[in-house]
């Protein structure tokens, strides 16, 4: 390693606060690393803000030291300590004694440096045997000289120390999560999930590998997505470019328009000022000549004050009649100005009128939908708000926007919303569910999807208006007392007949297509059969109850095996009613032996459990959350487990009233996670994923939509609901 090298190595082994070495490393929560001595300058309190993400980290009661130690940091800095001990040609010391005597040889197997003495003992031991030691100049020459075919010098690797044993830290408790000694393996981990730390770091380092792989794919990504940002930001200064372009033309035009305008009021003024002064003059000339004419005749009066007599005889008469005259003109003489100053400029109300305004595109990050419902009932309308915001994240406060909302089912359906602006940076967006199932509402503004769209939205089948069957099947009279329902591949569907002991087999218009079955104690026939299903390959599973079996025919009747057989040991079955088949596994109510027996589907048997639990398994169902329900006649209640077998919980209590259950007998869920459970209180009780009661349909008796003994439930491919309705011999089927 040259001096270059080593310098950059260095720099990359610096802790970010001290700038020197790392020494003893510790993690943050945030995995960032420090020298332990900076932690304890940095901690405030029982705090610590982290540099450079600025998270705070709580520090542990026993204080900074208790913060997991950066071992990888701390072999790089050994090792670089090493190497700088080498390329400055300093003395290293042996690793194997504690002598000061020179290295003279390095074994690459033990990651050791071996003085002359210790070197002797290596070469000699047969523990030893087969280790590669080189020289410890050609090692010294081979790093400076970066020689690849000579091992490079790396520290030791060094194993934490047990600090209650004093042991090398070498095994690893999985129970507990963490490093342990072989002593405490005996003593305070006994019986643990624990073996030694290569095995366990080999199967984390797989696991590890499998959680990171997705890490390269997005780093691959994220020069794509800096590229997209970068080229936004030259978009968006090239728009801020030209909008400023259109704001000066805009404001440009305006001025002229303005100056313009000024131009004609000025005139205007002008042309008013020029009457009235015209008008006004006229007036003064009227005046003047008034003036004159009366001027003249006084002096004409003081003149024949002075005449002779025969001289004012003479002019009396037309200086009265000129007297009269002037003084009628006199009268009608305007004694005040025909004109006034009354000119005013009345300028706008608003003396600066918005010419323009700017407008930004709602930010697509910003912008959000508000009180989105996870789940929205089939058929019924539903609304949104939508808000838009500014790239500050500030409310817009006008509309205009181009906002779309369109709701796309699984099955590519697509419904389009309606949108109502609020004109003050708001929309509501209403859309209906037509189909039930998964859906994604999808929201975009001007064209652009904001942050968040597609939205998750689950449609649920509204359970609510249900009262009357859509349909009613019984074989023209013919079909006994159903008891099993269950539904297979292309909308086949199948009823075990109890009374008839036979399968009928339906298709997907509701139409039978064949029956089999008969009467028996041999392979193929059945005795009262009882609860069926579907596996994935469309093989059918028939509880053969008088024969205390399971029987698995082809979906065309052809016989293919049988399991179980009178009997309480493991296989064994009693009385067995229900039946569901999932990934591979058949659950079978075993009534009689009050447990829940498990077989693979070529009829070899798994587990049974669940005899502490339950008093009368009737029938069996999986929930969308992967466990298995249980509908318990004795108990009157729903019982949940694990697909193992583990006992999770129960909901139900022993009554008539809405939401509770008495002797439940059929059990089915959806894929919402809806319950539906039909008891003797002649109805069937619709419950959420968690047990709470929702709705419930029917009564005692033989008329539409009500029953008489509801054995078994399923739900059909498109969500219809069939019931065997045991006592009135037919199948009702409810469709909302």
């Known amino acids: 390693m040259s001096a270059v090298e080593v310098k950059k190595a260095q720099n990359n082994l610096s802790c970010p606060v001290c700038y020197q070495l790392f020494n003893n490393p510790k993690y943050l929560p945030c995995y960032h690393s420090y020298c332990e001595g900076c932690l304890e300058k940095m901690q405030v309190q029982s705090k610590i803000i982290c540099p450079e993400c600025r998270k705070e980290a709580k520090v542990p009661a026993g204080g900074v030291k208790e913060f997991t130690t950066n071992f990888f940091i701390n072999r790089l800095v050994d090792d670089l300590i090493l190497k700088k001990k080498v390329a400055a040609e300093e003395q290293v010391n042996c690793d194997e004694c504690e002598e000061d005597d020179p290295v003279v040889s390095f074994c690459p197997d033990c990651n050791s440096f071996l003085c002359n003495a210790c070197n002797d003992n290596h070469r000699r031991n047969k523990r030893y045997r087969g280790h590669g030691v080189v020289p410890f100049a050609d090692v010294a020459f081979a790093d400076l000289r970066s020689n690849k075919d000579t091992p490079a010098i790396q520290a030791k690797v060094k194993i934490p120390l047990c600090k209650e044993h004093d042991y090398e830290l070498k095994h690893y408790c999985e129970t507990c999560d963490e490093l342990v000694c072989m002593y405490c393996t005996m003593k305070d981990h006994n019986g643990h999930d624990h073996d030694t730390v290569y095995k366990i770091a080999s199967k984390h380092r797989s696991q590890l590998k499998k959680v990171t792989a997705p890490i390269e794919g997005m780093i691959q990504d994220l020069p794509g997505v800096y590229n997209n940002i970068n080229k936004m930001m030259k978009k968006i200064r090239k728009q801020g470019e030209e909008v400023n372009k259109q704001v000066d033309q805009h404001y440009n035009e305006l001025v002229e328009k303005l100056m ?383 697909l193992d077998g583990h006992y999770v919980g129960k909901f139900g209590t022993q009554g008539s009233n809405r939401g509770q259950l008495y002797s439940p007998l059929g059990l089915a869920t959806d894929v919402n996670g809806f319950i539906l459970v039909s008891d003797n209180n002649h109805r069937v009780s619709v419950f959420d994923r968690v047990g709470n009661f929702i709705h419930c349909f029917g009564s005692k008796g033989c008329a539409s939509g009500q029953f008489s003994s509801p054995y078994s439930i399923a739900l059909s491919p498109i969500g219809s609901i069939y019931v065997s309705d045991w006592s009135n011999k037919r199948i009702q089927i409810f469709t909302n």
């Open 260 to 642: 313009e305008q000024k131009g004609q009021v000025k005139q205007q003024v002008h042309d008013t000022v020029s009457q009235k002064e015209k008008a006004l003059t006229a007036q003064l000339d009227e005046v003047d000549s008034a003036q004159a004419e009366l001027v003249s005749i006084k002096k004409l009066n003081d003149a024949l004050e002075k005449s002779s007599d025969q001289e004012a005889l003479y002019a009396e008469k037309q200086v009265v009649d000129r007297i009269q005259q002037l003084t009628e003109k006199y009268k009608k003489l305007s004694k005040h100005p025909v004109q006034l100053a009354s000119m005013e400029f009345i300028p706008s109300k608003d003396p600066f009128p918005q010419f323009g305004s700017f407008s930004a595109p709602a930010d697509l990050c910003s912008s959000e939908v508000v009180d989105l419902p996870q789940s929205i009932i089939v058929g019924k309308k539903v609304e949104v708000t939508i808000i838009t915001k500014d790239s500050n994240g500030d409310h817009c406060s006008t509309g205009g926007h181009k906002v779309f909302v369109q709701l796309k089912s699984f099955t590519g359906n697509v419904t389009v919303g309606e949108v109502r602006d609020s004109n003050d940076g708001s929309y509501v967006a209403s859309f209906v569910g037509e189909q039930v199932g998964e859906a994604k509402l999808h929201v975009s503004i001007n064209g652009q999807e904001i942050r968040g769209s597609p939205y998750s939205i689950v449609v649920v089948r509204n359970y609510q208006t249900l009262s009357l069957p859509s349909k009613i099947v019984h074989n023209d009279g013919s079909m006994g007392q159903p008891f099993g329902i269950a539904f297979g591949r292309n909308g086949v569907w199948a009823v075990t007949d109890w009374s008839n002991h036979c399968v009928y087999v339906f298709n997907g218009q509701d139409k039978l297509v064949r029956k089999f079955g008969r009467f028996g104690i041999n392979s193929s026939q059945v005795s009262s059969p009882r609860g069926i299903s579907f596996d994935n390959d469309n093989h059918l599973y028939v509880v053969d109850t008088g024969n205390h079996r399971v029987q698995k025919f082809d979906v065309n009747g052809n016989y293919l095996l049988q399991f179980g057989g009178r009997g309480s040991g493991d296989g064994q079955l009693k009385s067995p009613y229900g039946i569901t088949t999932h990934n591979g596994r058949v659950y079978v109510a075993d009534n009689g032996n009050h447990r829940i027996s498990v077989f693979q589907y070529n009829g070899q048997f798994c587990i049974a459990f669940g005899s502490d639990q339950l008093g009368s398994p009737y029938d069996v169902a999986v929930n969308v959350n992967n466990q298995l329900l249980v509908a318990d006649l004795f108990h009157h209640c729903i019982v949940t487990f694990t």
